[in-house]
Antibody
Framework: QVQLVQSGAEVKKPGASVKVSCKAS????????IHWVRQAPGQGPEWMGW????????MYSHKFQGRVTISIDMSVTTTYMEINSLTSDDTALYFC????????????????WGQGTLVIVSS | DIQMTQSPSTLSASVGDRVTITCRVS??????MAWYQQKPGKAPKLLIY???TLESGVPSRFSGSGSGTEFTLTISNLQPDDFATYYC?????FGQGTKLEIK
């Protein structure tokens, strides 16, 4: 079935980096944008950026520009999100999500989500 | 930048009730609004996209309406499984959320 499966929880110290993976299966990987969204404890979702698997093009939220890198490995249908210079404010559940398509057009809505990866930043 | 205001932040209702959640946007986004349901520790679940299109598999008691700057999510005949938090979204921006509680 169509699914996104993310890597496991991470505990990092302030100043470190973390790289989370998101493996897609069950659909044509190149046909759909993949977005990354995070959710801090008790807060709403926050969009971080997207990647177009077909072209490798990326776009980032201004908040994360320069500190987050989204990349892709087509050979294993996997997207990665790396965030540098971690602080305690980066403690959150990180999700990858597929943007849907309808009639060959992007829907601007996320129809398939990964299960989430908890990143804890603590000294 | 687009600003999004979702209301109410909390809503108390009973099984069988009809409830409405509203999102207002600071500038017109035509029909580019989506709605999600989220339960604790889980990923959001897409309910509605393009303001009023029901995602496949979502019960018809969920409906969306609106265009431009004001949008609503309506849940009719509330079921026990519907008590959760709901978010509106315009691609890069999420609303603040509405927690739907049992009265």
């Amino acid at each position: 079935q169509v699914q996104l499966v993310q890597s496991g929880a991470e505990v990092k110290k302030p100043g470190a980096s973390v790289k989370v993976s998101c493996k897609a299966s069950g659909y044509t990987f190149s046909g759909y944008h993949i977005h990354w969204v995070r959710q801090a404890p008790g807060q709403g979702p926050e969009w971080m950026g997207w990647i177009n698997p077909k072209t490798g093009d990326t776009m980032y939220s201004h908040k994360f520009q320069g500190r987050v890198t989204i990349s892709i490995d087509m050979s294993v249908t996997t997207t990665y999100m790396e965030i540098n210079s971690l602080t305690s404010d980066d403690t959150a559940l990180y999700f990858c999500a597929r943007e849907g398509m309808a009639a060959r057009l992007r829907t601007e809505a996320f129809d398939i989500w990964g299960q989430g990866t908890l990143v804890i930043v603590s000294s | 930048d687009i600003q999004m205001t979702q209301s109410p932040s909390t809503l108390s209702a009973s099984v069988g009730d009809r409830v409405t959640i509203t999102c207002r946007v600071s500038q017109s986004i035509t029909s580019r609004m989506a709605w999600y349901q989220q339960k604790p520790g889980k990923a959001p679940k897409l309910l509605i996209y393009k303001a009023s299109t029901l995602e496949s598999g979502v019960p018809s008691r969920f409906s969306g309406s609106g265009s431009g700057t004001e949008f609503t999510l309506t849940i009719s005949n509330l079921q026990p499984d519907d008590f959760a938090t709901y978010y509106c979204q315009q691609l890069y921006i999420f609303g603040q959320g509405t927690k739907l509680e049992i009265k």
